[in-house]
Structure formats: structure tokens, C-alpha cells
Nanobody, 126 residues
Framework: QVHLVESGGGLVQAGGSLRLSCTPS????????MGWFRQAPGKDREFVGA????????NYSDSVKGRFTISKDSAKNTVYLQMNSLKPEDTALYYC???????????????????WGLGTQVTVSS
């Protein structure tokens, strides 16, 4: 079992920045890929970005490419999602998810992942 805790969400004005963090615990002795997803009220869950276990492959959705950056601090066992130039349409509940079955792939689909956290709310005001 892997437990995930996201943090760093909040309320920010359009154009501002936030940094989300996700720290897995439990079976983290195994390598894992991590993805970030988001879900706005009334909408389907949407892929945001993902990083593989080595950090050698990072994928982003077109909607956040150039504005969001995923990074990994292996010493802290933490993955970050730096979000810059935020827009009101970025408002959503953001989840981190872990894939331990295919850790060398930065999957873009929700069903690539095995565990997910409760999410952290990001609200961008106009």
C-alpha cells in the first residue's frame, strides 16, 4: 500500500504561482512514476503532467505545457508541481498518483496509476 499526501494548494490571483508537493509513504522502497491530475466541478478528471522514476521522462498536457513544471527531490522522496502563470481555468482539485507497476513510464492516463491521494484545492481568481 502507498499513501500519498498532497500539499501546497490555495487561492491565488490569475498570473500568480503555486507549488504543489506530493510525498508518498508506505511501499516507496520500490521505484515509482508519479502523475498529477486535476478535476474541476462538473468536469472529468484531467491529466496535468507525469514524471517517471528516473526523472528522465516528463510529460505535460498541452493546457499546462510551458507554465507548469514537475520535478523530483529523491532525497526528500517528494515530487513537486510548480505552477506559474495560473489562469482561472486551472481551478480544480489536484491529485498526485503513483504507478509502481510501470515506474519507467510517465503515463498520461488515470488507469496507469495504482494509488492516489485526497487532493489539494487550487483556486485561481480572475
Amino acid at each position: 500500500q502507498v499513501h500519498l499526501v498532497e500539499s501546497g494548494g490555495g487561492l491565488v490571483q490569475a498570473g500568480g504561482s503555486l507549488r504543489l508537493s506530493c510525498t508518498p509513504s508506505g511501499r516507496t522502497y520500490r521505484p515509482y512514476a508519479m502523475g498529477w491530475f486535476r478535476q474541476a466541478p462538473g468536469k472529468d478528471r484531467e491529466f496535468v503532467g507525469a514524471i517517471n522514476a528516473r526523472g528522465s521522462t516528463i510529460n505535460y498536457s498541452d493546457s499546462v505545457k510551458g507554465r507548469f513544471t514537475i520535478s523530483k527531490d529523491s532525497a526528500k522522496n517528494t515530487v513537486y508541481l510548480q505552477m506559474n502563470s495560473l489562469k482561472p481555468e486551472d481551478t480544480a482539485l489536484y491529485y498526485c498518483e503513483v504507478d509502481i507497476d510501470q515506474p519507467w513510464v510517465a503515463g498520461v492516463a488515470g488507469n496507469d496509476y495504482d494509488y492516489w491521494g485526497l487532493g489539494t484545492q487550487v483556486t485561481v481568481s480572475s
